[in-house]
């Protein structure tokens, strides 16, 4: 007879319970959950504070924001200056949520070790654990981002909580919003709005985040119709889509001062479309009617590169280390997502969405892209490791991306 040590039983037994975990989240008898899908912990900044997140079921679950076990809160950056940018009227605000599981996808170095106070009584004394996800959940909290979102008929911008869900503020803003994006630090709202009918021009409004005011509306010259907007990540500089044609522009806007510092001629016509790479060197214009998407180096203020293979573009979305773009196009039925690699400008994948793509936001650490289809019922959810997409049906059209911890 072998005798075993008492630390070989509990090895043998941690590699039991490890091969009894794999089986059961690798089973495909019912349909799966994300803490199925995903059992890993990941970090994510909530509230401008490092948080150890997981799944109980579907439901993303702080875990903890303090020391535990492998995960250290020092160890983690919240202060990325990372807003995010919703093209179809909505911005979460005015909490940053920048992780792999929310807006911005800026990675965060994952956690595969748990933690004691999580682990069942038997298996504590593991010389390794496996990886069993806790079953405490979050219950909604006052701290949950909200959404702005533009009633473009209406001529208001209306803020959402989203926990609970209800309207809080609807704040009368100039003629025909178009976009709104927050600032990085979270302080203002800014938003877009075409003006009236007759072309004569529109305007951009800037609104207190903690009083929901508006503190400024600035008229736009004679003529140019505000629509695409982006935010630099050090929160100094707006850029401005004018719509316009003939005379299409990017108007460069310092926010301190609410001045136009610079014009960028002869970009692509319609500009509605506008995303800033990570580091906010270069801004790439998209456009739904035109026929190239244009590259601008955000230094210079000048092009420095035009995509021409690629028309009827809507937006934009990167990587978390600005190496690849993700561009809708709604040049075919059904329309694609165009993969571009931002060193060289090569399209590297073309994936097959719904019809007319709009909206397009990148989300868990890089891996997932979720795309809105505006003539379609459907939501694309495009898998950049499997590559594969999947659809998702909705109630109705959808419009705007907001991803909430």
């Known amino acids: 007879m072998i005798q075993l040590s008492t630390t070989t039983k509990l090895m043998c037994a941690g590699i039991a319970l490890s091969l009894g975990w794999m089986v059961l989240e690798a089973c495909e008898c019912d349909e799966s959950t994300k803490e199925q899908s995903y059992p890993e912990f990941w ?28 995960f250290n809160p020092s160890e983690y950056d919240c202060t990325h200056a990372g807003s995010p940018q919703y093209k179809g009227s909505q911005s979460s605000s005015p909490f940053k949520v920048s992780s792999p599981a929310g807006p911005g996808g800026f990675f ?27 079953a405490t959940t979050v219950a909604c909290q006052s701290n949950f981002p909200d959404v702005f979102r533009t009633n473009h008929p209406e001529d208001s911008v209306t803020r959402i909580s989203t ?15 178009l976009q709104v994006v927050v ?29 929901n005011k508006v ?15 982006a935010i630099s990540p050090d929160g100094t500089t707006a850029y401005i889509g004018n719509f316009t044609n003939p005379g299409q522009s990017i108007l460069v806007m310092d926010i301190a001062s609410q001045m136009i510092t610079a014009t960028i001629q002869n970009v692509v016509q319609y500009p509605s479309g506008l995303t800033l790479t990570p580091d906010g060197s270069e801004l790439w214009v998209a456009s739904p009617l035109g026929g190239e998407v244009d590259v601008i180096d955000t230094l210079s203020q000048t092009e420095i590169y035009r995509l021409t293979t690629i028309q009827d573009a809507t937006d934009i979305a990167f990587n978390s280390t600005g190496t690849m773009a993700y561009i809708t196009s709604a040049a075919t039925t059904p329309g694609q997502v165009i993969a571009v690699n931002t060193a060289t400008f090569q399209v590297m994948n073309t994936y097959t969405v719904g019809n ?30 499997q590559n594969a997409v999947k659809s998702v049906t909705v109630g109705s059209n959808a419009s705007g991306i907001a991803f909430l911890q």
């Open 215 to 229: 503190t400024s509306t600035i008229m736009m010259p004679l003529g140019v119709t505000p629509n695409g907007l």
């Open 108 to 134: 965060r170095p994952r956690v595969t070790g748990t933690f004691d106070t999580y682990l069942p009584e038997p298996v504590r004394d593991l010389p390794f654990t496996p990886g069993i996800p806790p």
């Open 356 to 385: 007319t793509p709009s909206d397009i936001s990148m989300s868990y650490g890089d891996r997932f892209l979720v795309v809105n289809n505006d003539s379609d019922v459907i939501i694309s959810v495009i898998d950049l490791v």
């Open 163 to 177: 926990c609970p869900f209800s309207i809080k503020a609807t704040i009368p803003v100039f003629t025909r919003p």
């Open 43 to 70: 970090v994510a900044c909530v509230n401008n504070k490092p948080a150890l997140m997981s799944y109980n079921n579907n439901d993303a679950t702080i875990v903890t924001t303090d020391s535990a076990g492998n």
């Open 183 to 211: 600032t990085p630090d979270g302080s203002t709202a800014i938003v877009t709005s075409f003006g009236p009918l007759d072309g004569s021009g529109g305007a951009v409004t800037l609104i207190n985040v903690s009083t």
